[in-house]
């Protein structure tokens, strides 16, 4: 079965540490790869995707991910947290024409 | 409009009564797609209509649930004879792709907040 794990449901950093936020998944063929955050009382929001070529993917507010097809993980890491970036984050995979999500990973900056 | 917009943003309602959530895709967006979301849960899928394909309904949890899209744009999740495990945020997000293959970016509504008393 085609699936998404996010193995963490909430992932604590102090301010200014370095974050990882994980995601393996599990599908057939080429994957095509989400990240999306969700803040308190906000929509969901793009924040990188990994489709081909490099395996390291930058996207928006200084995160980033790698794509590591033989862990067949796409961790999610920003190398100095702010309190801002405290939020919902969901990593989702193309799966034919839908995108699988995980289940969400609260990450909480702590000042 | 600029972004995805859904109404009403939040809905309270009795069991058993059906209702309405309306969602406005992005103008020229070919694919949308229904979600809903429990408390602090992740994505669920519904329904996802693409161009004038007939759409996946696979995902819908019975058949009190339904959704159409008219005209290619504006589309309606109607639930029927409401239930109280119905309680949810369902979020509306719209893309464009030119094939069948979801890998462009969604982008997502505010959601609308579904309170079954």
């Known amino acids: 079965a085609q699936s998404v794990a996010q193995p963490e449901d909430q992932v604590n950093v102090a301010e200014g540490n370095p974050l990882t936020v994980k995601c393996t998944y599990s599908?057939?063929?080429?994957?095509?790869l989400f990240w999306y955050v969700q803040y308190p009382n906000r929509g969901l929001q793009f924040l990188l995707k990994y489709i081909t070529g490099d395996n390291l993917v930058k996207g928006s507010y200084g995160f980033e991910a790698e794509f590591n097809k033989s862990q067949t993980s796409f961790h999610l890491k920003k190398p100095s947290a702010l309190v801002s970036d405290s939020a919902l984050y969901f990593c989702?995979?193309?799966?034919?024409?839908?995108?699988?999500w995980g289940a969400g990973t609260k990450l909480i900056i702590k000042p | 409009g600029a972004g995805v917009s859904q109404s009403p943003s939040n809905k309270v309602t009795e069991k058993g009564k059906d209702v309405e959530l309306r969602c406005d895709p992005i103008s020229g967006h070919t694919a949308l797609y229904w979600y809903r979301q429990s408390l602090g849960q992740g994505l669920e899928f519904l329904i996802y209509?693409?161009?004038?394909?007939?759409?996946?309904k696979s995902g819908l949890p019975s058949d009190r649930f339904s959704a159409e899209r008219t005209g290619g744009s504006v589309s309606t999740l109607t639930i029927q004879r409401t239930q109280q495990e119905d309680s949810a945020v369902y979020l509306c997000a719209s893309s464009f792709e030119l094939g069948v293959l979801a890998k462009n970016i969604q982008y997502f509504g505010a959601g609308t907040r579904l309170s079954v008393l």
């Open positions: 209509f693409q161009g004038n394909s007939a759409p996946d």
């Open positions: 599908v057939s063929g080429n994957p095509y």
């Open positions: 989702a995979v193309t799966a034919n024409y839908q995108l699988i």
